[in-house]
């Protein structure tokens, strides 16, 4: 079946424009996370939805940083006024909740994002 | 606030070798344990997950990692690594029953010689 998916694979912006990255997550699932992956770093947590619920936007580096996830499904990550240290790869999963798979997390592609 | 530490940043081992990676966490309750592998240009994905139950849990691929609650460690292991084993693999931690992020360690590479 379809995994998560990631759109673009890669941006490449420049300093203090605005991006916007998109996540697919599979099916069904209820829950979806954003992480950061910079060079050489491990996955730093940002958002974090699930179902109805308030998101946990704990992770947040910066006010210029929000999500949203529309209809429970898709989510949109915006960076405003992007800064050369949000250059990193930007990853999304989506999780199902279930007893069976209690938050194992399915992980997209990723967003490449450089910004110059 | 959790915590999660790898302390080998990157091993280098030869084939047939065997491999044990450090994971420890700081979180005194309950908790759920992953180890998540990346192969070069892959998406993440899971190696291996300890819910409750057994504390030693077998993943893909041979891999195994035994939760000692009293050491707050989650280690993986594996007896021969192959050529193949070549990747960043990533420890991850929550807890249990809760609607709540999961806490990644830092990673460690993982090079193997052929």
């Known amino acids: 079946g379809a995994g998560v998916s990631q759109s673009p694979s890669n941006k490449v912006t420049e300093k203090g424009k605005d991006v916007e990255l998109r996540c697919d997550p599979i099916?069904?699932?209820?829950?979806l996370y954003w992480y950061r992956q910079s060079l050489g770093q491990g996955l730093e947590f940002l958002i974090y939805f699930q179902g109805n619920s308030a998101p946990d936007k704990s992770g947040l580096p910066s006010d210029r940083f929000s999500a949203e996830r529309t209809g429970g499904s898709v989510s949109t990550l915006t960076i405003q006024r992007t800064q050369q240290e949000d250059s990193a790869v930007y990853l999304c999963a989506s999780s199902p909740r279930t007893v069976s798979s209690y938050n194992e997390q399915f992980f997209g592609p990723g967003t490449r994002l450089t910004v110059l | 606030a959790q915590s999660v530490s790898q302390h080998n940043h990157h091993v280098i081992l030869s084939e047939a070798a065997s491999l044990e990676l450090g994971c420890n966490y700081s979180y005194g309750g309950t908790v759920n344990l992953f180890w998540y592998v990346q192969y070069p240009g892959q998406h993440l994905q899971l190696l291996l997950k300890?819910?409750?139950?057994?504390?030693l849990v077998k993943g893909i691929k041979g891999f195994e990692a035994e939760f000692i609650k009293s050491k707050f460690s989650f280690n993986l292991r594996k007896p021969s690594v192959q050529w193949s084993d070549t990747a960043e693999y990533f420890c991850a931690v929550n807890r249990a029953s809760s609607a709540s992020k999961i806490i990644f360690g830092s990673g460690t590479r993982l090079s193997i010689r052929p």
């Open positions: 300890y819910f409750s139950g057994d504390p």
């Open positions: 099916s069904g699932h209820t829950a």
